[in-house]
């Protein structure tokens, strides 16, 4: 923050509107200092939009883990972050996970202020030890925070949606305002792809509706209501044994991690050395992921439909529950099929090439 208005002021740009940095503690103390600030300090009715700087380690990409209310952050985020790291899951994952943010204060417990909510993730190891020193910051995530910064203040005091408090609440009984979340993510890093939330009710719906009329596409020419009925009997069992599979994929990892502390003292050792939770927790998911597969046979068919089949109602849960991180089932649903059709078209290729 402090090299941000330095730079602010030796770059000689003029901000629309005032900038205020906050620097304040006692945030592992229930949130006390953001608190204080908002009850008690005269600025705190003239915030329009908030940027919450956090931390859980020494660097790494900056993650939007919160965003709101409305979805206007976001997509000025989507827009300027010169290093987008955001994703929807993250806000839809965040409460359930044991740790809190200032965010809470300025968005959603004291007031209703617009703002993101950006942390660091790599490093956790340093996290709150004696190790967490400026030696152990990793210099190129400084410098891409504090450019991503840099661009997000210019755009958000620039933003017509930069409103006092009043005016929000005058804003919102005339106009109505935006408060349902948009669905985001980056790619690597290297670009954001944003879409509101009315758009994500159309193009989420899809695989749902090709889910329903598969029994239709499988039945055909000879629809009966016995064939019906035995294909939609396949896709119910294909559905439940991936779901099954998808359990395990979480279950056997966990009781592995537990045998493990039977045989060593260092319980976390992996939490340093990223390469050793990949070689202690994907193969052990694999295996809990394929296990009902090996064991009860069914079609290719229905193992396909199934695994499709439970996605698409993933999808639909999450829209329906006014969630914004459907859009991870919903792309594996698509990319199943899409790998189906690929399949499909090599095949016969593949077959009219061959020798009669």
Not at 258 to 285: E, I, Q
Not at 325 to 353: A, D, E, H, N, W
Request: glycine share 8%; aromatic share 14%; proline share 5%.
């Amino acid at each position: 923050m402090l090299e941000l208005s330095r730079l602010m002021l030796e770059s000689g740009w003029i901000p629309p509107r005032p900038v205020i940095f906050l620097f304040n503690g006692a945030e592992e103390l229930f949130l006390l200092g953001s608190h204080g600030f908002m009850k008690t300090h005269k600025w705190s009715s003239t915030v329009g939009a908030f940027i919450n700087i956090e931390a859980s380690g020494s660097g790494g990409a900056d993650l939007v883990c919160q965003s709101g209310p409305g979805s206007w952050p976001s997509r000025i985020y989507a827009q300027t972050a010169k290093y987008p790291m955001a994703n929807s899951v993250a806000q839809d994952m965040f409460g359930i996970i044991p740790g809190d943010t200032d965010y809470r204060i300025f968005a959603e417990d004291v007031a209703k202020i617009p703002g993101l909510d950006i942390i660091f993730v790599l490093g956790g190891y340093f996290y709150h030890t004696s190790y967490d020193t400026l030696e152990n910051l990793l210099p190129g995530s400084i410098q891409a925070r504090g450019e991503n910064l840099f661009n997000l203040v210019k755009a958000f005091t620039n933003s017509p949606m930069l409103l006092k408090e009043s005016e929000r609440s005058n804003k919102a009984v005339n106009e109505g305002i935006d408060d349902l979340r948009a669905i985001f993510f980056d790619y690597l890093t290297w670009f954001m792809i944003f879409y509101p939330r009315d758009v994500s009710l159309i193009i989420h719906s899809l695989p749902v509706a090709i889910f329903l009329l598969t029994p239709l596409f499988l039945s055909f020419p000879n629809i009966t209501m016995i064939s019906l009925f035995r294909t939609v009997l396949d896709l119910a069992r294909g559905m439940l044994l991936h779901a099954f599979g998808v359990i395990l994929a979480i279950v056997v990892p966990a009781m592995t991690a537990g045998l493990r502390l039977l045989f060593t003292k260092n319980a976390m050792n992996w939490f340093a050395h990223p390469c050793l939770a990949f070689f202690m927790f994907v193969p052990a998911s694999l295996v809990g992921l394929l296990l009902p597969r090996i064991i009860w046979g069914l079609s290719e068919q229905s193992h396909f439909w199934g695994a499709f089949g439970l996605y698409s109602l993933v999808t639909l849960a999450y829209m329906l529950a006014g969630l914004s991180g459907g859009f991870l089932t919903f792309f594996i649903s698509m990319s199943l099929l899409l790998g189906r059709f690929i399949s499909s078209i090599s095949r016969k290729q593949l077959g009219q090439q061959s020798p009669k």
